[in-house]
């Protein structure tokens, strides 16, 4: 069929449908066809309360459009948008098209649970699903429906489409395409190639972002850079929802409103959420008016999307967060208690940034002053003492730290350095530290490390096994943030205990094993970080004694910088020392291993 063919096709069978002249309108269209049947969301399509999908739905029927962009936020429809989308095609454009999504999982089950279902609950496409002889037609990853040919496809395997065209491409969350890695280029070019060759093709890509460099950025730069302008309830001017000035990385358009709440909700330091959920709520930029969540849907409806941005022809992007979404999980009290609490989290807000606000993460929340509490110890008799070092191939060799940590709060005992291992026992003796709270790092030489460790504790035998080393034990920071599993809280963490023989190569090899703790370096920097600015419910002092221009010093010798897709720590300058700071990261791991506070990470895995 040829294009005009089709759109003729489409003109009858618009007039078949409706006795008035129609207008022809996409969202309409789906409004007025569209039907839903999955757990939590049936009957028709509405695009009340979401009037800001209408524009994007039309662009499925506009052929001087071949691509949309949407960094959308959670709870903002842009998958029924999507969904609305795609029926309308099968319906009135027919073509081949591709779903891809993160993981073939994803795509069979999303085809299974959603899709499928939308298609039977709408009459319209129901009377397309092929039956009897045919019913082999339509699959959970492939369908023949009508004229078009739908395939689903997981992001980890788009070479298994390679042969197959199509005119229309739905990418779905594609900064979730590939873990880290460039593949996830290569998998979207790949698919892309499959429209190239089509007359008006037609591509819509979207994801919550990740940073800027992250895939969906990119492509919204690409684009006009659409944000949706809506009118004050009080003074009528256009304003744009935004959560704070500080944590948008959006160019200003001079009209960004932004969430406040009760300022007085803080007693003691700590938010009282109940308060900040009651009192949360949008001031107008212009008149200063108090916006609410009931302002939300009138405002909504007559909202308009405006370029920010040149772009070339046909290529919209738009940006949405999920403060524009009149769901009850995304009330503005709701996100303020949900921010607050991922800023006292220990994993951080960069979930709420990308989720929620829908922007890449710049490091919003890392910029900041000193705010390290320095006192003088408060009584810390019965909490767990614990000593970390940092052994070094130069002198003076031996740094060293001391704290005292209880219930998730910790306070600084001592810091220095020493030239031999024998003054780090007399330190712990006169600090009352027990042997099996004494931790060296064993980067630099591990076997003069264990040896020394094995002076130090005491033997404990076990059946069929090496006796085990008990006191002294040796660690090691690794790069890269990876998870791992404890068997016995059967939960993820960020250390591990390995078994080694203290004597591997030796003649003394094979009498005894030492277990080492490996912990993510940069996961508990991130940790530490926080600690020191008192973000998190923990406190973490530093006694006057222990606050030296050189313990200052070495714990700002990291800072955290991007490089490429992540975020990593790196030092301020080779010469720059970090040791205490290696130190400090030690006992915040060691702390954790111990249990001596939880991270919201350790939930047990679901099965
Ligand atoms: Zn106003």
Not at 18 to 44: I, K, L, R
Not at 495 to 507: F, I
Request: one cysteine or more.
């Amino acid at each position: 069929m040829t294009r005009s063919e089709q759109q003729s096709a489409v003109r009858s069978l618009i007039l078949r449908l409706f006795q008035d002249p129609f207008t022809g309108s996409v969202a309409d269209w789906c409004a007025a066809n569209v039907e839903f049947s999955e757990p939590g969301n049936h009957g028709p399509f509405s695009l009340a309360g979401r009037e800001y999908i209408i524009e994007p739905l039309n662009d499925w029927g506009d052929t001087e459009i071949s691509d949309c962009v949407e960094v959308f936020g959670s709870q903002t429809g842009k998958t029924a948008k999507n969904m609305a989308g795609a029926a309308w095609s099968l319906a009135n454009d027919p073509c081949g098209i591709i779903w891809a999504m993160p993981s073939e999982r994803l795509a069979q089950s999303f085809s299974e649970t959603r899709w499928q279902p939308m298609l039977r609950a709408t009459k319209l496409t129901a009377g397309m699903i092929p039956e009897g002889a045919d019913r082999h037609a339509f699959k959970n990853l492939e369908q023949r429906i009508g004229g078009s040919l739908i395939n689903f496809v997981g992001s980890n395997s788009p070479s298994n489409l390679a042969s197959r065209p199509a005119r229309k491409l739905i990418l779905d969350e594609v900064d979730k395409f590939d873990e880290g890695g460039d593949k996830e280029a290569d998998a979207v070019n790949l698919l892309e190639q499959r429209t190239k060759a089509q007359p008006y093709p037609f591509r819509v890509k979207d994801s919550t972002p990740t940073i800027i460099e992250g895939l969906i950025w990119q492509e919204f730069l690409k684009g006009d850079q659409r944000r949706y302008f809506i009118p004050c309830p009080h003074c009528g001017k256009e304003i744009l929802f935004v959560w704070s000035e500080g944590f948008t990385a959006l160019p200003k358009q001079g009209c960004e409103s932004y969430v406040h709440w009760d300022k007085d909700a803080k007693k003691d330091g700590k938010w009282d959420l109940d308060r900040v959920l009651a009192t949360a709520h949008v001031e107008c930029c212009h008149c200063k008016g108090t916006i609410t969540d009931a302002d939300k849907p009138g405002m909504i409806a007559k909202g308009v999307w405006r370029a920010t941005a040149k772009a070339v022809l046909g290529f919209r992007s738009r940006q949405l967060s999920s403060l524009y979404a009149c769901s009850p999980e995304t009330t503005f009290g709701k996100l303020a208690v949900k921010f607050l609490q991922s800023v006292n989290s220990l994993t951080g807000v960069q979930g709420f940034i990308n989720g929620d606000l829908a922007e890449p993460y710049v490091g919003q929340d890392q910029g900041g002053h000193r705010t390290e509490r320095i006192e003088v110890s408060t009584p810390i008799d019965g909490w767990r003492r614990i000593i970390t070092v940092d052994y070094q191939q130069t002198e003076p060799f031996i740094w060293w730290v001391c704290r005292a940590w209880n219930g998730g709060n910790s306070v600084g005992v001592e810091a220095g350095s020493m030239f031999q291992f024998e003054e780090l026992a007399e330190a712990q003796k006169r600090l009352q530290v027990n042997d099996v709270d004494v931790f060296v790092d064993s980067g630099f030489n591990p076997s003069e490390v264990y040896s020394v460790c094995l002076l130090h504790g005491e033997q404990i035998q076990r059946q069929d096994k090496l006796p085990l080393h008990f006191g002294w034990m040796p660690t090691r920071g690794v790069d890269g943030d990876r998870d791992f599993y404890n068997k016995e809280t059967k939960s993820k963490v960020k250390w591990m205990l390995e078994e080694r023989d203290p004597h591997a190569g030796k003649s003394a090899a094979g009498q005894i094993a030492i277990e080492r703790l490996l912990f993510c370096s940069d996961f508990y920097k991130d940790i530490l970080a926080a600690l020191r600015k008192q973000k998190r419910d923990h406190t973490w002092t530093v006694p006057p004694g222990m606050a030296t221009p050189v313990y200052w010093k070495h714990l700002d010798g990291e800072r955290k910088v991007q490089r490429g897709r992540s975020w990593i720590w790196e030092k301020r300058h080779r010469y720059w020392p970090n040791h205490l700071l290696d130190c400090e990261v030690a006992q915040v791991a060691v702390a954790n291993f111990f249990q001596l506070y939880m991270l919201d990470i350790e939930q047990k895995e679901d099965k």
